[in-house]
């Protein structure tokens, strides 16, 4: 049994009768695995008025099953040598462990426990309730954290996406035992799951080790909401009094499974992904009016999106807007130089290749292109990708998607609408 139906060499695929999805990379020169579960079982899936239960349930289900209490749970991982985590963001769930290939089976074991016989203890949820309250006293006080979840929030309004990932103080102080059972009852079911693993493994054995430790797991979680975002131009600010300006702008972009999307990586990176970049040079460098400035692309099953962060003084926070806008309108009008393409490409693939050496990115690389995309993507055929941008490529991805308009600002600081933005964007 290969299961290898049309997938490059070293690269497997099977479904288990009762829905989960194990996809797998071979990687002999290793002598670790790692693995991860990821389910539709996050900040969407909450009901409306517990918002911040995927984030308190990610901590909670590493806190005890039926057989082990907290401790002992950790001395079991520890044993092992054993990495493990869990983590959550708007649309999906993943719980992970890394370990040297031989521990393999026993690790699995441990994690068949979490998964499904977890208890959620009441002797624990109020030390990670509080450890919550804590990451939203911090992010509240963080504009730089903040920053991006006001951002958001307009740009997804009107769906589950412009959620705040942590919740609220008061929400999060009013989560019970009970919400966490229910959501784990909801959303932890079978056809729910894909399986990736990444390492040095023997690929029959890990179908059987999973058939065998969850086969007869049984359930099914209901398709998860679709989220459609129509973004608009909008301006949100947020008072602050103080010698900082942090200004976040998101606009539309191709996303993970759009034709364009190398294309946007590529305007993404000319934009401002490294100290060459356009946005550094033309307002850090030249200008001195930001002590930091990126772009960045993000995104989700249905938009992609440009992300541009600057932090800058009140008194320059004008201006910083405006070179910035200016930088945007340039692009799109003239897409990138020969000079930039090139230079965009062999920072793409080198950060491709870095990522790609070790089990743990090889592990979510592959998860993420299946779970999108329906695919497995080797690292050869993402620098080939890269590879075949060409300028013109960029510019009629830059007419599908203009980088200034629909623009949402957010900003926080003393600044006014009026002194921060004026006529910039007329």
Known sequence: MSDQQGLPPNYFNHTLPNGIELIGQYMPSLSSISFGFQLDAAVVHEPEEKQGLAHLFEYMLLQGTKTKDA????????????????????????????????KFDATLDLFHDVLLNPTFPNSELEQMRNLVLQEIRRRDDEPMSRIFELVRA?????????????????????????DL????????????????????????????????????WQGEAAPSPEQEPH???????????????????????????????????????????????????????????????SAGLSGNKHIGALRIYAGTTPEQGRECLEVIVNELRKLEKD????????????????ENVMRGEGSG????????????????????????????????QVLSMLQRYSPVHPLTIAAIGPLSQEELVGNTLS
């Open 335 to 350: 897409g990138i130089t020969a000079d930039e393409l090139e230079r965009a490409k062999v920072q793409l693939k080198s």
């Open 361 to 392: 990115s090889r592990m979510s690389a592959i998860l993420r292109s299946w779970w999108y995309e329906r695919q497995i993507k080797t690292i050869q055929e993402i620098k080939d990708a890269i590879d075949a941008v060409t300028q013109e």
């Open 231 to 293: 973004p608009t131009q909008s301006i949100s600010l947020e008072f602050r009094e103080g010698k900082q300006e942090h200004i976040a702008m998101m606009v539309p972009f191709p996303n993970y499974t759009d034709q364009d999307y190398y294309a946007a990586m590529v305007a993404a990176e000319v934009l401002g992904g490294s100290m060459a970049s356009r946005l550094f040079v033309e307002v850090r460098e030249k200008r001195g009016l930001v002590y930091s400035v």
């Open 71 to 102: 401790r002992a749970l950790n001395e079991a991982f520890e044993s092992l040598g054993a990495r493990k985590g869990a983590s959550t963001s708007l649309e999906t769930a993943m719980v992970w462990g890394q370990i040297v290939n031989t």
């Open 181 to 216: 059972r229910d959501f784990w009852q909801a959303r932890y079911q079978p056809n729910n799951v894909l399986f990736s693993i990444a390492g040095k493994f023997d690929w029959d054995h890990v179908v059987e080790r999973m058939q065998g430790l969850f086969g007869n």
């Open 154 to 178: 307009n740009f997804y309004k009107g769906t589950a996406l412009s959620r705040l990932v942590l919740g609220t103080d008061e929400q999060v102080r009013q989560l019970k035992r009970q």
